[in-house]
């Protein structure tokens, strides 16, 4: 159980070998292509078995394998694999049945077809007839695909299935977990049809080169009397990317939710040690993994459960888990906390599992002496605005800012936590309900507005005022259905005279109840913290003089008195009658009342 990891792109290494055995002709063909760095596809492997006795075999096999390819390639990297990869196999059978119709050097040809794509964490298949599909996973070999073969013995040489032997195709489709550390291999009925099922898991397990390894399973078959074309293609998983939401929305909907446990329970190889918390939405404990023991490794964890009864539903209960678990992954920084991937099949309920942080919360430190120090406080809040400015730059709004998600680590270290409520970019749709908590709420949050950066910088504009006053709330403690007033807090300089006032002032933008007056990101306002910016008190929370508030008015009031000016000039100018004295009085004191 390690950290989940930031990779980059999918690693995999691969192996092919096949021999013509008997045949005049080798009609089997495989290929793989590994996505570029460019384009996220991921991998797409496939295998074809050009049918026996028909023409035009091996055209039919290497053409649907590299139309398999293309087609998947070619088409938008943010559809499914479902979708793009089953488009290229309607494509390509279509086309080899009608080409099997009218032309007679090609007559009937069709071929059996597996073909795979691992994108993210999945592994797709795509199988009709007789070719196979096998994972190796920690000494158990499964069969991921099934012959289509007539009922009956099961030595049939016939197949149901092919591409191109209907003008419409019938595809079985597989969506499969995939690890690092698994094994894959695709081949043709001339490797299963001679070569057992226990020394196909002998000869993947002992684990040489996939090359090898493919050669070895194609020699075993033409040992064992093989007399037809004998193919493999050997894949092993070395690394992942990061899972996709989809990914997690799979894994997580087969587990089930359990009640919350208590101290003493034993979940999953976990000892629950002591309860951390327990909130609305969730209880977290402290546990003790009693299965995998690593030297100079800690074997504290912290599980976290969810509370579906409270949460509102499973369904929200799984999409907060879900949340945690992808940003996770997607964001690997120092400061942020992390998920740990748990072993494959040891999971059985619904739980986050994270490192356990020796150390105190923001709240707890706050509260206790002796206060935080100028020095102190402004690494904790530069720290904490470079996590949110990396959770920013990736897009992800964290919204539940606060001293309690904010853990202080004995090493001097620093994480924020609970990422259960984030706002993730194009999956999330605005909605009535905007999570957080009350008093860190920013006035737009209160409107019903979803939420940005600048909210979370307001929530961290809270967090920072109540750490450095030991607690006080810059808008007072507000409950839940409270609508609050957000007039200027207190100044910190009347609370704490050992602080400057460039500190006041970084606050204060960060609470100004205008989010445009904020702090856009967290990485401008951790250059404040680290400059230690001067400047005069932000003009969102002064009183403004009468002159000050009225600049609009006043300068329409100074354009219509010119203009009478003008008008008067030109009327005396033209008639030669001056003004009389009532008329020269009044624009005499209209003047004073303008230009002072």
């Avoid at 077809?113 to 599909?133: E, M, N, Q, Y």
């Avoid at 939405?281 to 579906?308: C, N, Q, W």
Wanted: with cysteine; aromatic share 8%.
């Amino acid at each position: 159980m390690t950290p989940t990891q930031n990779a980059s792109r999918l690693d995999i290494a691969a192996g092919f070998a096949s021999d013509i055995g008997k045949r005049e002709e080798n009609q089997d063909f495989a290929a793989l292509c590994l996505e570029d760095g460019q384009r996220h596809h991921g991998a797409v492997a496939a295998l074809a078995d050009g049918v026996g006795g028909r023409k035009g075999g091996r055209v039919a096999a290497e053409l649907s394998v590299r139309t398999f390819i293309d087609d998947y390639l070619g088409q938008s990297e943010l559809l499914s694999p479902q979708k793009t990869a089953a488009r290229a196999l309607e494509s390509i059978n279509y086309w080899l049945f009608r080409e099997g119709q009218k032309n007679e050097n090609l007559k009937g040809m069709c071929a059996a077809f597996t073909g795979i794509v691992i994108k993210g964490r999945r592994l797709h298949s795509f199988h009709a007839g007789d070719t196979r599909l096998y994972r190796l996973r920690a000494g158990q070999l499964e069969q991921l695909t099934q012959d289509h073969k007539p009922e009956g013995p099961d030595g049939s040489p016939f197949i149901t299935r092919a591409v191109g032997a209907e003008e419409a195709i019938r595809i079985d489709y597989g969506a499969h977990d995939i690890f690092p550390h698994d094994r894959l291999m695709l081949c043709s009925d001339g490797v299963h049809g001679f070569v057992g099922q226990a020394q196909i898991l002998s000869l993947l397990d002992g684990r040489t080169a996939p090359e090898e390894t493919a050669q070895r399973l194609v020699s075993a078959a033409i040992a064992h009397g093989g007399d037809d074309n004998a193919t493999a293609l050997v894949i092993d998983v070395i690394d992942l990317p990061p899972a996709t939401i989809e990914d997690l929305n799979l894994a997580i909907a087969r587990l089930p939710i359990i009640e919350p446990p208590h101290v003493g329970d034993l979940i999953d190889g976990f000892k629950l040690e002591r309860q951390l918390a327990d909130g609305i939405y969730s209880r977290v404990f402290r546990a003790r993994d009693m299965r995998e023991f690593r030297t100079g490794i800690s074997p504290h964890v912290v599980l976290k459960f969810p509370k579906p009864h409270t949460i509102g539903s499973e369904t929200s209960a799984r999409s907060a888990f879900m949340r945690e678990a992808w940003v996770a992954s997607r964001v690997q920084h120092m400061w942020i906390g992390s998920v740990l991937d748990i072993a494959p099949g040891r999971q059985t309920c619904l739980y986050v599992a994270q490192p356990y942080y020796v150390g105190e919360t923001l709240e707890h430190r706050l509260l206790r002496a002796p206060k935080i120090t100028l020095k102190e406080g402004v690494g904790i809040a530069t720290k904490l605005a470079k996590a949110l400015g990396s959770l920013h730059r990736a897009g992800i709004i964290h919204r539940d800012v606060k001293p309690e998600n904010i853990i202080l680590t004995a090493d001097g270290g620093f994480k924020l936590v609970d990422l259960g409520v984030a706002r993730i970019p194009g999956i999330d749709k605005d909605s009535l309900f905007v999570p957080g908590t009350p008093s860190y709420k920013a006035p737009e949050l209160f409107d019903g507005k979803p939420g940005d950066e600048r909210s979370d910088i307001f929530a961290m504009g809270v967090t920072i005022y109540r750490m450095f006053t030991g607690g006080a709330y810059p808008f007072g403690e507000i409950e839940s259905g409270q609508t609050p007033r957000f007039n200027k807090p207190e100044s910190l300089a009347s609370r704490r005279r050992d602080l400057p006032a460039w500190l006041d002032s970084v606050i204060l933008q960060a609470l100004a109840p205008n989010p445009a007056d904020r702090f856009q990101d967290g990485f401008e306002m951790a250059f404040k913290l680290e400059t230690g910016s001067h400047g005069a008190e932000p003009d969102f929370f002064r009183k403004h003089s009468w002159l000050a508030r009225n600049q609009v008015g006043i300068w329409r009031g100074v354009s219509l008195f010119l203009a009478g000016c003008l008008a008067v000039s030109i009327m005396t100018a033209k008639t030669g009658i001056p003004l009389p004295p009532w008329a020269q009085t009044a624009l005499s004191e209209l003047a004073k009342r303008i230009f002072g």
